[in-house]
């Protein structure tokens, strides 16, 4: 039995947009050291409580583009006429060294993560425990933007359409039990792969 040192994993968490994705992946961080959170570049503008280089690497579509012909980006999408990108950066070397990962991202990002390192992934979707759950959450946080709303909820709805393509679905009724079911889904993912290394 030869013992490998252990890689990383990378745990990406996809949802409708408003169903509580962002504060579970910093609550993931800030009770478990070895994630580091990958975060995005995107060309959306910023919203009043989002700080560049802390929630994305607000960029112009030009340098977004610069960046995708330079091959630095991992994977990319547009979603509702919004550039996202994760950047390839110092990933690869940080699974390596067994450093986990966390990617908040769409189905469409995850789909191209799936197919470049499909054992390094762990993928989690975050479903709101219903349609009416979720437009009442946009509502507090997009506050009167009636249009905005409506686009975000036409996009959630072709978000959740992709679920059956995660392996994890956690319904977030309650935040601190989401957190519950996805700290025992990490545990069970790092104790197969430990496990598989034993093993090869
Ligand atoms: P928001 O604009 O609400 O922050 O994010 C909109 C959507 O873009 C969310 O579903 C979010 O997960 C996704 N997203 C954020 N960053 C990335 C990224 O780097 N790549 C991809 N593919 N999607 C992203």
């Not at 996009?155 to 935040?175: G, L, S």
Request: aromatic fraction near 8%.
């Amino acid at each position: 039995m030869i013992l490998k040192s252990k890689r990383g994993l990378i745990l990406i968490l996809s949802s409708p947009s408003g169903a509580g994705k962002t504060t579970l992946a910093k609550k993931i961080e800030l009770s478990d050291r070895n994630f580091k959170i990958s975060v995005s570049y995107t060309t959306r503008t910023p919203r009043t409580n989002e700080v560049d280089g802390v929630d994305y690497n607000f960029v112009t579509i030009e340098k977004f583009q610069e960046l995708a012909s330079q091959d630095k980006f991992l994977e990319q999408a547009k979603v509702f006429g919004n550039y996202y990108a994760t950047l390839k950066g110092p990933i690869e070397d940080n699974l390596a060294k067994g450093i986990d990962y966390l990617f908040d991202i769409d189905w469409q990002g995850t789909e191209q993560v799936k197919k470049i390192m499909p054992s390094d992934i762990v993928s989690v979707f975050i479903l709101p425990p219903s349609i009416d759950d979720l437009e009442s959450r946009l509502k507090k946080r997009e506050e009167k933007n009636k249009e905005l709303i409506n686009q975000r909820m036409k996009m959630a709805k072709d978000e959740i359409k992709h679920w059956k393509d995660y392996k994890y679905i956690v319904v977030n009724k309650d935040v601190e039990n989401c957190f519950e079911q996805i700290t025992k889904i990490i545990k069970i993912e790092r104790e197969l792969r430990s496990t598989f290394n034993q093993i090869n």
